[in-house]
């Protein structure tokens, strides 16, 4: 993948797509007007958006006409990470820039969402009423109390409702967050509670993989461990009543009000997302309206390649940043394909039908979703007209060269498949999809614009075509203003900056190949990265060690050379206890009822015991090095553990699953 000839790519876009390619047409523009290499493709239009990074990103505020009702004094006040300033003095309305297209009356009566359910039907709702909806919430919310800075919580599945209430909360100031209704109330609780919401947005249940889901205890328990809420808003997609003081949502959304877009600072809070860390709660990650929207705007409008006429669909639910970089496809008039249900109902293809039926453009799905339709034998291009898919983009975990092949050979040969990586903690990309480059099998296209993403060694220095640690070494405007009750900032500069002091370190192992692409090798660190989102082995302990028979556990998630991932949990048992198949139920039970499905491990296995570090934490990381294969007097430093001994078991696990 790395050598020095440049290996054959399994796609290469025509003259005719990098001439339409929206990057293209910014390129030549920004050299006109910014002084943007003219010439060089995209690599020259990358090194000049790293090296000159004020410029490059005034020059995407000016591309894509960003609002500024107070105009900015400089883009980049200061560029230390983290604390990097952007914009200063500016103010604006990230609502605002994601309703625009229902100003323009000849596209005012298109559908800004189709929502599609598991009955695979598309309902469509059009710019002008998604307006007036988010007009009508957004008055009802000041109504409320709700004033710029308080968080509104959603309880939600990816349905339209998440998106009003979501711009709703943007257009008043106040700052989002969301939880998926399969989340568990201590894992909700474990978020919501660290931001204090004023008003929480439900469901009664929601449907998946054909039944319904009651969920109407797990909001009672909400209601009550939640005191700061000032209202709850009851959503009957299962067709209950309200229950007691809850409000109701199509009252709340009947009125015909112009919006009014609450001009914030550009940092100001837009939304909290999550991201689980071995220990402690999840981190509250802040970013904010001016950041994200400049962000997307780059990523969604360049590198996606969005804009008015496309159909934006990516698999995802609202505990999941994908969920909110998929809400800011309006941003470029896109129209956004909303699903919500099971990825492989009834049958393992049904994305592929839902890819046909609402004549998506680009197709965004998770590279286990592909691998699962290579091993199921499904024929996507043969059995569904894709013909409007002009792009099948992944991300989750590292698209593996049989998921390259397999999209090549059964969805289309003349396919733009992009590979993608970022996080949570930018809710973007560092590098990814690239419309006028390239496709390796195995490789992302490149580093994203004003990301300068390079691979160290452990002293700093850059590497190409040898794995190193995913670091950026310039700030982006969509990094996090701060995390949630973290007031001197002390766990920001952990999680990022504390390898290489004012360098991002993301946690990822990655190569940069001599031609430019990347490869993602899987994390760096011990946190776990299932389906694309990353949970912590904290969450698991607290549950499972809550049972009797088990005296404690470790949880290790590893990703697998084909594209896999396994997650077994190690349990090392009470005096007495037995692990039979009652036992294993319950564990996997409590850990589906206090957490999520997701969290559910793939294997249980007993352990004489778990290693700790001399101080008493948890082992993770050279137990994960350990199953990889890597030799014992590699993995961990013997001087550091408590018992060197209970190593040599997983040691001689990984010898046994080679």
């Known amino acids: 993948m790395t050598s020095a000839a440049n290996p054959a790519p399994l796609w290469q876009p025509d003259a005719a797509r990098i001439a339409s390619a929206r990057i293209t047409r910014f ?11 003219a010439d060089g493709g995209y690599p020259a239009l990358h090194r000049w958006s790293v090296d000159e990074l004020e410029t490059f990103w005034q020059a995407v505020a000016d591309w894509f006409d960003v609002r500024f009702s107070t105009p ?3 883009v980049l006040g200061d560029r230390t990470m983290p604390g990097a300033q952007w914009f200063t003095s500016a103010t604006l309305n990230y609502a605002e820039h994601a309703l625009r297209t229902a100003e323009d009356s000849t596209r005012a009566h298109e559908p800004a969402l189709i929502h599609v359910d598991e009955t695979h039907e598309p309902a469509p709702i059009s710019w002008s009423e998604l307006r007036r909806q988010v007009g009508s919430l957004a008055a009802e919310l000041r109504a409320l109390g709700v004033r710029p800075g308080d968080r509104v919580s959603g309880y939600l599945p990816n349905i339209p409702q998440a998106v009003t209430a979501l711009l709703a909360t943007a257009a008043v100031g106040a700052v989002w967050t969301s939880c998926a209704p399969d989340f568990g109330a201590r894992s909700v609780l474990d978020r919501f509670q660290q931001v204090e919401p004023v008003v929480l947005f439900t469901v009664d249940g929601y449907r998946y993989g054909g039944k319904e889901h009651d969920r109407r205890d797990t909001v009672a328990e909400l209601r009550r461990e939640l005191p700061t809420l000032r209202a709850v808003v009851h959503i009957p997609l299962l067709g209950t009543p309200a229950p007691e003081g809850a409000l109701d949502w199509s009252e709340l959304t009947a009125g015909d009000t112009e919006p009014v877009f609450e001009q914030v600072p550009f940092d100001h809070p837009l939304w909290v997302l999550y991201s689980s860390g071995t220990t402690g709660l999840p981190k509250a990650i802040v970013q904010s309206q001016g950041g994200i929207l400049l962000e997307h705007f780059k990523q969604l409008g360049l590198h996606c390649d969005l804009g008015p006429g496309d159909r934006f669909f990516w698999y995802t639910s609202t505990g999941w940043m994908m969920w909110n970089f998929l809400v800011s496809g309006l941003l470029t008039g896109t129209t956004v394909i909303l699903y919500d249900g099971s990825p492989g109902y009834p ?3 049904a994305q592929w039908a839902i890819a046909e039926r609402t004549g998506a453009t680009l197709f965004g799905t ?13 024929h996507p ?4 007209d894709l013909s409007r898919v002009q792009c099948v983009a992944t991300t989750g975990s590292p698209l ?5 092949r397999w999209l090549h050979d059964e969805v289309r040969d003349d396919l733009w498949i992009a590979s993608v990586s970022g996080g949570t ?4 990309c560092f590098a990814g999809a690239v419309p006028t480059l390239p496709v390796h099998i195995g490789e992302l296209q490149a580093p994203c614009l004003g990301t300068d993403l390079q691979a160290w060694d452990p002293h700093g220095k850059p590497l190409t075509g040898e794995v190193g640690e995913l670091v950026v070494t310039n700030p982006m405007p969509s990094m996090p203003i701060h995390f949630w009750n973290d007031p001197d900032g002390s766990r920001y500069r952990d999680s990022y900056f504390e390898m290489f002091p004012g360098v991002w370190r993301h946690g990822d192992w990655i190569t940069i190949t001599d031609h430019g692409s990347v490869i993602i090798h899987g994390r760096s660190d011990s946190t776990l990265n299932r389906q694309g989102v990353r949970m912590g082995s904290a969450d698991i302990y607290e549950a499972v060690e809550r049972l009797p028979e088990i005296r404690e556990s470790l949880v290790i998630g590893l990703e697998e050379p084909d594209g896999g991932y396994w997650m077994p949990l190690f349990v090392h048992l009470a005096p007495g206890a037995t692990l039979g198949d009652d036992l294993r139920d319950r564990i996997k039970r409590t850990i589906r009822e206090q957490l999520s499905p997701r969290h559910v491990p793939d294997d249980i296995i007993e352990v004489p015991g778990v290693p700790h570090t001399l101080t008493g934490k948890r082992i993770e990381v050279p137990v994960k090095r350990l199953l990889q294969g890597t030799a014992l007097a590699k993995a961990v430093n013997p001087g550091s553990v408590d018992n060197l001994d209970l190593l040599r078991f997983y040691e001689e696990l990984a010898r046994k699953r080679a």
């Open 27 to 37: 390129q030549a523009w920004a050299a006109e007007r910014y002084g943007a290499p």
């Open 72 to 74: 900015y004094e400089q």
């Open 347 to 349: 049958e393992t293809g």
């Open 366 to 378: 998770s590279a286990a979703y592909v691998m699962a339709c290579r091993k199921a034998d499904v």
């Open 381 to 384: 291009g043969r059995d569904h």
């Open 400 to 404: 593996p060269p049989d998921g390259f």
């Open 425 to 428: 903690d930018v809710c973007s």
